[in-house]
């Protein structure tokens, strides 16, 4: 197949399309936000318990994983099989902005009501121990170590949400090219 022949199957998707890729792209985004909270409540754990790290790894490690699966779901039940590389990328990208905001939204909540200063103390006991002491000091990295935790202290919980809605949003925006290239599928 040719350049040519990709561009001459292209059609404008119909706003029935565009609602119904919006509506799962919305429950897929639910999905995602599920994992991503889960992450977050097992890096908080993480912190006093090594395998909850570990698991808050796996499931961030988990989530191009998810967003591939749901797309294939949402080519082979909603579209009959068949999807652009365009509108696979759409929809993961809507994918992650929708998960993004509902994480933002329990990040949001958790440092406002929940944290009270537990994670920045964490952070703060780390790298208080001697080991970690010498270690920057070797690196010569403590200066600027201190004054990253200074910038995290001073973060607001509306700041935490929406960097990681960001992040999340910029994540689906690159994911988003390799799982809509190895999820698209032409009719045959």
Request: glycine share 10%; charged share 20%.
């Amino acid at each position: 197949m040719v350049i040519g022949d990709l561009v001459n199957t292209k059609k404008m998707m119909t706003p029935e399309e565009y609602v119904q890729l919006k509506a799962f792209a919305r429950q897929d985004g639910a999905l995602m936000a599920l994992l991503w909270i889960g992450a977050l409540v097992c890096y908080v754990q993480g912190l006093t318990n090594a395998l909850m790290g570990l698991a808050a790894v796996a499931m961030i490690v988990a989530t191009p994983f998810l967003a591939a699966n749901r797309l294939r779901h949402f080519r082979d039940e909603a579209r009959g099989g068949s999807i652009s590389f365009g509108r696979a990328y759409a929809y993961t990208v809507l994918v992650f902005f929708y998960g993004g905001l509902l994480l933002a939204a329990a990040m949001f909540v958790y440092f406002y009501f929940i944290d009270g200063g537990y994670l920045m103390g964490k952070y703060q006991e780390m790298m208080g121990t001697e080991e970690n002491r010498r270690l920057l000091d070797a690196l010569g990295m403590r200066r600027e170590m201190e004054e990253g935790l200074r910038q995290l202290a001073d973060m607001r919980a509306i700041d935490y949400a929406l960097n990681m809605l960001t992040a999340n949003i910029m994540a689906g925006m690159l994911m988003g090219i390799p799982i809509a290239a190895l999820k698209m599928k032409h009719e045959t």
